[in-house]
């Protein structure tokens, strides 16, 4: 997470940032924003670092070094349709019950 505060982009793996990958993004009001880091250590001490972040960022399902969507579910399928719609009515419901 200090690497996203830093870089103050998802993207910074890439040469050249994306102004829609800025990290403002995640604190914006919708759906949740999940990250998961995986660090793994190699034969001779070796590391790779696995990244994935749940959904979409921007209306993007693809970011360079960030693992990409599992299953092959995107906003294009079916299933996502209904499911996103379902998240949306449950997400409503619980934000109309929060004391503000």
């Excluded at 102004?19 to 793994?40: A, E, N, Q, S």
């Excluded at 250590?41 to 960030?66: C, D, E, I, Y």
């Amino acid at each position: 997470m200090r690497r996203l505060d830093d870089e103050g982009r998802i993207d910074f793996d890439s040469p050249d940032p994306d102004p829609d990958l800025h990290i403002d993004y995640v604190w914006t009001k919708g759906p949740g924003r999940m990250f998961g880091v995986l660090v793994c250590a190699g034969p001779g001490g070796t590391r790779t670092v696995l990244k994935a972040f749940s959904g979409q960022m921007t209306n993007k399902w693809h970011v360079p070094g960030w693992a990409g969507p599992v299953a092959g579910v995107t906003n294009a399928t079916p299933l996502y349709q209904a499911y996103r719609s379902l998240t949306a009515l449950s997400s409503a419901s619980f934000g109309a019950a929060m004391p503000e």
